[in-house]
């Protein structure tokens, strides 16, 4: 357990949260703010934005960034370091990680002297549902 002190759950962080629980594909907070609404709660933008990144640096999120830099976040099962393999169609998105790989990134950077070494994985492709409607 860590030390940090209690922070104060809200009613909105938890809506979000319900949210979350419940898309298996990474989310922007345009989407989540949508989803929201569509649900009946009325929480702001702004709200949204602010209690998915607080979320995040508390590490109950991952995110990933689309390449015009838009946070997307999702509440993954794993905990600790893993990687996404991302449907690029539907944004299902499943769980993946291994010791060969990490395995394989610290003997490649071990042969060049590289150390603390860090690494994004981001693999993307059809998931079945999308292949068979194809
Ligand atoms: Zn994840
Ligand atoms: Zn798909
Ligand atoms: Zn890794």
Do not use: N
């Not at 809200?10 to 703010?33: G, P, Y």
């Not at 702004?46 to 640096?57: G, I, K, P």
């Amino acid at each position: 357990m860590t030390t940090t002190p209690a922070r104060r759950v809200t009613k909105q962080r938890v809506a979000i949260a319900d949210q979350l629980e419940r898309s298996e594909a990474f989310l922007s907070a345009q989407d989540l703010h949508a989803a929201l609404s569509r649900s009946g709660e009325r929480i702001g933008l702004a709200t949204v934005y602010r209690t998915l990144s607080a979320m995040a640096t508390d590490g109950e999120l991952d995110v990933r960034r689309t390449d015009d830099g838009e946070a997307l976040y999702r509440r993954c099962d794993t905990e600790g370091h893993h990687h996404h393999m991302v449907c690029r169609t539907c944004g299902r998105t499943v769980e993946i990680g291994g010791p060969k790989l990490e395995e394989w990134l610290a003997e490649v950077s071990g042969r060049f002297g590289y150390v603390d070494i860090d690494h994004t994985v981001e693999i993307t492709g059809t998931c079945p549902e999308c292949a068979a409607k194809a």
